[in-house]
T-cell receptor, first 118, second 110 residues
């Protein structure tokens, strides 16, 4: 199994600022994902972070708001830009071991970053 | 489009069985099952691919009926540790557009 760490674990930010969340994995992985989860709600996929190519965003999420970097096979960052209170949520990264074709292998989640925007 | 899960919540006594269903309005390539305890990250349970297979994981198993576009998670002789919210996740027939269901909250009482 993969060991995933996220930084920061939680933060309180002011409206209009940006926060970068880091995700570090203890082994090389093909695909990494970023999710958002409101308290008591389901998980919503923000984007797939692909090493060597641009991230693939899901409907309703855009690169200007959630820029993603994937400089290597063990690390990724998600930035939440120009934050508003509606961005308050838990942000989780997830990794998958597989062929990179589709979401069809085991996924492991990081512990999450709790974000509160005032 | 988000799959539908039923029931929304269920309360069991230790040792009882439960079934959680996940259905979609579209053809599916795969169904994933996760369990999330309060304040923790989701934990992967199993994945079922197109082909109607059934999988087992200790006393937790699942089936996938691709024709009916639905999957069921079976929890047998439930333990206190089974408590949590169970999410199914589905990918469409092209293996794309992965989306989680709304979750089923399971509480196992002593």
């Amino acid at each position: 199994s993969a060991v995933i760490s996220q930084k920061p674990s939680r933060d309180i930010c002011q409206r209009g600022t940006s926060l970068t969340i880091q995700c570090q994995v203890d082994s090389q992985v093909t695909m990494m994902f970023w999710y958002r989860q409101q308290p008591g709600q389901s998980l919503t996929l923000i984007a797939t972070a692909n090493q060597g190519s641009e991230a693939t965003y899901e409907s309703g999420f855009v690169i200007d708001k959630f820029p993603i970097s994937r400089p290597n096979l063990t690390f990724s960052t998600l930035t939440v830009s120009n934050m508003s209170p509606e961005d308050s949520s838990i942000y989780l990264c997830s990794v998958e071991y597989g062929t990179g074709e589709a979401v069809q292998e085991t996924q492991y989640f990081g512990p999450g970053t709790r974000l509160l925007v005032l | 489009q988000q799959p539908v899960q039923s029931p929304q919540a269920v309360i069991l006594r230790e040792g009882e069985d439960a079934v959680i269903n996940c259905s979609s309005s579209k053809a599916l390539y795969s169904v994933h099952w996760y369990r999330q305890k309060h304040g923790e990250a989701p934990v992967f349970l199993m994945i079922l691919l197109k082909g109607g297979e059934q999988k087992g994981h200790e006393k937790i198993s699942a089936s996938f009926n691709e024709k009916k576009q639905q999957s069921s998670l079976y929890l047998t002789a439930s333990q206190l540790s089974y408590s949590g919210t169970y999410f199914c996740g589905t990918a469409d027939n092209y293996g794309q557009n992965f989306v989680f269901g709304p979750g089923t909250r399971l509480s196992v009482l002593p």
